[in-house]
Nanobody, 127 residues
Framework: QVQLVESGGGLVQAGGSLRLSCTASGRTFSIAAMGWFRQAPGKERDIVAAIRWSGGSTFYADSVKGRFTISKDNAKNTVYLQMNSLKPEDTAVYYC????????????????????WGQGTQVTVSS
């Protein structure tokens, strides 16, 4: 079992920045990758970024490349998402997640490859 707690969401104006944090506890030794997903009203949950726990390989959705940076602190079992140059379309509930095991490829990028989820944190970007 893995438990995830997110923090750092809030309100920000367009062009501003936020830094999200997600700390894992429990069976953290089993983590192969962690990811950030977001879900806006009326839309499906989509991947934003992901990082391999060992080695640090990353993946970014095209919509956030150059603006968001995913990073991790293995000692703290924590993953971060630095979000810069925020746009109104970034408004969503952001979730962190850990892989469910037996991942294919270096970094999992599909919803079904993740098994444990945080409670979500709201990010609202005003125009």
């Amino acid at each position: 079992q893995v438990q995830l707690v997110e923090s750092g969401g809030g309100l920000v104006q367009a062009g501003g920045s936020l830094r999200l944090s997600c700390t894992a506890s429990g069976r953290t030794f089993s983590i192969a990758a962690m990811g950030w997903f977001r879900q806006a009203p009326g839309k499906e949950r989509d991947i934003v970024a992901a990082i391999r726990w060992s080695g640090g390989s990353t993946f970014y959705a095209d919509s956030v490349k150059g603006r968001f940076t995913i990073s991790k602190d293995n000692a703290k079992n924590t993953v971060y998402l630095q979000m810069n140059s925020l746009k109104p379309e970034d408004t969503a509930v952001y979730y962190c997640a850990t892989d469910r095991g037996n991942i294919i490829g270096i970094v999992p990028v599909n919803l079904y490859e993740y098994g444990y989820w945080g409670q979500g944190t709201q990010v609202t970007v005003s125009s």
